[in-house]
C-alpha cells in the first residue's frame, strides 16, 4: 500500500447483560472491522479480503444502508444531506463484522461521520433483526470535541423478542483510535434494563492480519448468529416471555437529536 489506510480491525470483546427481570450475562471475544468507505478500492486489493465478491473475508456495500445497488458511501451522504447534517468529503467509516466464506450478520453496525476538518459530525446507528429487517438512528454529534460521546433515541424497531418496545437507549462511544469502544444501555421508566458493549485494540490491515484474524476466530458468523439463537434459548428457560412483533418496514431511518427526541 502506498499510504497508511484509516480501515483497520479491532480485536476485542462483546459482552451482553440482562438486567431485569432475571440477571443475565455473557460474553465473547470478536473481530470488527472499521471500513472506510473511501478506501474500498485499496482494501479489494489483498489477496483474502475482496469487495463485493467472495472471498475468505468480503464486504459487500448491499449487506447495509437500503441493500440497493447504490454505492454506500453516496446512500450516507445523500441520507446526511437530507437531514441537513453537512459534512462535505468528510470520510465515513463503518465498524461492521464482514462476511466470512460468504456469510455475516450484524446486529449493529455503527457508521461515524466526519467533516472536512475530520470531526466527527454524526453517527448512524444501524440495527438489524434476524427477520431481515433494517433500522438505522442518525444522531447529530454535539461540537465539543469530548474523548466520550454521549447520545440516546427511544426504541422504534423490533430486535429481541424478549425486550419491550417501550423503552430508550443510552449510547456512549470511544470513537476509533487506537482503542475504540461501543456502549449501549437499554432503559424502561423503572431504570436500566440491558447492557451491551463492545471494546477493541486497534489492528493495522495486512495480508498477515487479515490470515491472523481469521486463525483467532475461524468461526465468527457462526459465533455470532449461533450466540443469538442460543442466548435466547438460555432467556427462555429462565422464564422469559416473547413480545409481540410489530409490522415495520423492511429499511427505515430516524433523525434523532441530541437530547434523544425523533424528528423524522
Avoid at 460474553?27 to 489483498?46: N, Q
Avoid at 469487495?51 to 437500503?66: E, K, P, S, V
Avoid at 444522531?139 to 424478549?162: G, L, M, T, W
Avoid at 463492545?198 to 481469521?214: H, W
Wanted: hydrophobic share 40%; aromatic share 12%; net charge positive.
Amino acid at each position: 500500500m502506498s499510504h497508511a489506510l484509516h480501515s483497520s480491525i479491532y480485536l476485542g470483546e462483546v459482552m451482553h447483560q440482562r438486567l431485569r427481570p432475571v440477571n443475565h450475562r455473557f460474553v465473547y471475544r470478536v473481530s470488527a472491522w472499521l471500513i472506510d468507505l473511501e478506501e474500498l478500492e485499496a482494501l479489494d486489493r489483498f489477496k483474502c479480503l475482496s469487495i463485493d465478491r467472495f472471498n475468505l473475508f468480503a464486504f459487500y456495500q448491499r449487506d447495509h444502508g437500503d441493500g440497493s445497488s447504490t454505492p454506500l458511501r453516496t446512500q450516507i451522504k445523500s441520507l446526511l444531506k437530507q437531514h441537513k447534517i453537512e459534512t462535505g468529503s468528510g470520510a465515513v467509516r463503518l465498524l461492521c463484522y464482514p462476511r466470512l466464506f460468504g456469510y455475516v450478520f450484524n446486529p449493529l453496525s455503527v457508521f461515524y461521520c466526519y467533516n472536512e476538518s475530520g470531526d466527527l459530525s454524526a453517527i448512524l446507528y444501524e440495527v438489524s433483526n434476524t427477520f431481515g429487517q433494517r433500522h438505522s438512528y442518525l444522531i447529530p454529534v454535539e461540537a465539543d470535541k469530548a474523548e466520550v460521546i454521549r447520545q440516546q433515541a427511544d426504541k422504534a424497531f423490533y430486535v429481541s423478542p424478549f425486550m419491550p418496545m417501550q423503552t430508550a437507549y443510552q449510547f456512549r462511544l470511544q470513537p476509533p483510535n487506537g482503542n475504540l469502544a461501543v456502549m449501549i444501555r437499554q432503559i424502561d421508566d423503572q431504570g436500566p434494563l440491558f447492557d451491551a458493549t463492545f471494546s477493541g485494540r486497534r489492528v493495522e490491515i495486512t495480508q498477515q492480519s487479515i490470515l491472523k484474524t481469521f486463525l483467532r476466530h475461524p468461526l465468527m458468523t457462526l459465533k455470532v448468529i449461533g450466540g443469538i439463537h442460543w442466548e435466547a434459548l438460555r432467556l427462555w428457560r429462565k422464564g422469559m416471555k416473547v413480545q409481540p412483533r410489530p409490522i415495520q418496514p423492511t429499511y427505515c431511518v430516524s433523525l434523532v437529536n441530541t437530547q434523544g427526541v425523533k424528528l423524522s
